[in-house]
């Protein structure tokens, strides 16, 4: 009973909450600026914490219903990391109980999260040829012009002018990057990273000040006067409400986007040391209140920098409204392509996980048993667990296995120790991860723009798996019992 278990638990708060907030911050923060200045500033911090409160109570209906679904958490003394899933939680819900219905709605949750984890790193290596192809590609064609006669030189220019798309030289750079990176795809937990996971955030909290420097110096420095188009106060005062309900209506969907992080939450939770409900939410409400704030003020920020921009709007991507000479910016750049890198990992990791959990052959039978009317001690254990707080973690305290049945136990026992991505061969998960990365950065040197990327994921999918699945699954279980409405939001905040 003492023995050490096969797959520990590493997770602390720190990586925890650095894996959330890696996942969360990133290439979408550019797009920030332009939601706040079709908002307004007044009005898009608004909805900003509509969504972030939001977005903190699906993740916690996510946790709540992992711990009353998954009741492998309790039987190695919370020491052995756990299994709950995001396909799992929602396909268990009483409102798929029939098992054709619940089947359908995981492969479809799995597909989703597919669909939204792959684009999402093609999406960024696309950022990556942007950010670092474009710049250090211009760099070696201005080098090599200045040692080649005029006659090739001019002939070299009029080439490039006339070529479409990314060049062979930028898809190069950013293949490059993605060698480097490729070592970081190939651990098997969150937690492994860390490390990189700080660095990353660090990286994207300069490209924010910078960010917040250059609109402070666009509207209060005299030497910006004549860039202005008119005084702040009343520049200010014409972007404190969206202009129009379609201004509103098409911003909305650009705030949804950056809380994205659900297809990760509960592999942290499943990593975390002594994951009570406790620790597991102070972890979510730092990161998404860290979030909240910092898109605050660089959406903010960046959308009074329209004050400096011709048209009076800043673009969809903040980058594009600053000069190439630039040197801060130039710098606040060179943040984000570090940070876009190091978050690429965390892309890739669920990815693979899922898929493998995907074509696994028996993924289903230890659902099918937790799931199963027979089950009566579970089922018992579930009803008890809504009639009182969750933050006495029922499913983690070693009473609750007397509730459960032998065979039962059993079966949780083997689906704790034996998950699809810790069992399989060290060959077949390193040639899916290759599959999936340098596919995805094949995929992106024939994009022209990042924008057909996330066009194919849609705002609908992301608010389907990120807001809506969640809520329904966690009303799902509780509606199932005759609770209170208050219990809902007792559990939830």
């Known amino acids: 009973m003492n023995e050490e278990p096969s797959n520990p638990r590493h997770g602390t708060l720190t990586s925890s909450t650095f894996a959330l907030l890696s996942t969360m911050i990133g290439g979408g923060t550019l797009s920030l600026p332009l939601a706040f200045a079709q908002g307004g500033t007044f009005g898009g911090v608004l ?3 509509f969504v972030a409160s939001s977005a903190y109570g699906s993740i916690m209906n996510l946790i709540d219903c992992s711990i009353v679904t998954t009741a492998p958490g309790s039987v190695s003394g919370n020491l052995m990391r756990g299994s709950g899933s995001y396909e799992g939680v929602v396909s268990t819900a009483p409102l798929f109980k029939n098992r054709n219905l619940s089947q359908f709605v995981r492969y479809f949750c799995m597909g989703c999260l597919v669909l939204i984890c792959w684009s999402g790193i093609i999406g960024y290596c696309v950022l990556l040829r942007d950010l670092a192809g474009k710049p250090l590609s211009d760099w070696i064609t201005e080098d090599g012009e200045e040692d080649m006669s005029s006659e090739s030189s001019s002939a070299s220019v009029s080439i490039d002018e006339t070529e479409e798309g990314p060049s062979l030289l930028q898809n190069i750079i950013m293949l490059s990057i993605v060698v480097v990176v490729t070592p970081l795809t190939m651990l098997r937990t969150l937690t492994a990273l860390e490390k990189v996971a700080m660095f990353g955030v660090t990286n994207v909290a300069f490209l924010g000040i910078c ?3 250059k609109s402070m110096e666009c509207n209060f420095s005299d030497d910006f006067a004549s860039v ?5 106060s009343s520049f200010l005062s014409d972007q404190l409400w969206p202009s129009s309900w379609k201004e509103f209506f098409t911003a909305f969907p650009i705030f949804c986007g950056p809380f994205m992080c659900h297809f990760n939450v509960l592999p942290v939770h499943n990593e975390l040391c002594d994951a009570s409900r406790d620790r597991i939410r102070y972890v979510i409400r730092f990161a998404t209140t860290f979030a909240t704030f910092f898109y605050i003020a660089v959406g903010v920020s960046g959308s009074l920098y329209g004050n400096c921009v011709e048209s009076g709007q800043v673009e969809g991507n903040i980058l594009l409204n600053f000069d190439d000479d630039d040197k801060l910016m130039t710098f606040g750049k060179a943040c984000l392509t570090t940070t876009i890198a190091l978050a690429l990992p965390i892309m890739v990791i669920p990815c693979r996980d899922i898929i493998m959990r995907m074509l696994s052959t028996d993924c289903d039978s ?7 009317p027979k089950n009566e001690g579970y089922e018992r254990q579930r009803k008890s667990s809504f009639k009182e707080p969750l933050l006495n973690n029922a499913f983690l305290e070693d009473e609750t296995v007397d509730t459960l049945s032998e065979s039962s136990l059993e079966t949780v026992e083997s689906g704790q120790e034996d998950q699809p991505a810790e069992r399989s061969k060290p060959i077949t998960r390193t040639l899916l991860t290759l599959a999936i990365f340098w596919g995805g950065a094949f ?3 024939i994009v022209d723009n990042v924008d057909v990327v996330w066009e194919l994921t849609g705002s609908n999918l992301v608010m389907a798996i990120g807001f809506l699945l969640p809520c329904i699954s966690f009303l799902s279980h ?8 208050k219990l809902v939001f007792k559990k939830t905040w």
């Open 478 to 485: 509780h509606f199932n019992i005759e609770s209170g409405v």
């Open 47 to 49: 909805i900003l914490l």
């Open 228 to 232: 202005r188009n008119e005084s702040f």
């Open 443 to 445: 995929l992106a040197c």
């Open 366 to 372: 230890t659902l099918s048993q937790l799931s199963s």
């Open 211 to 213: 960010i917040i420097y």
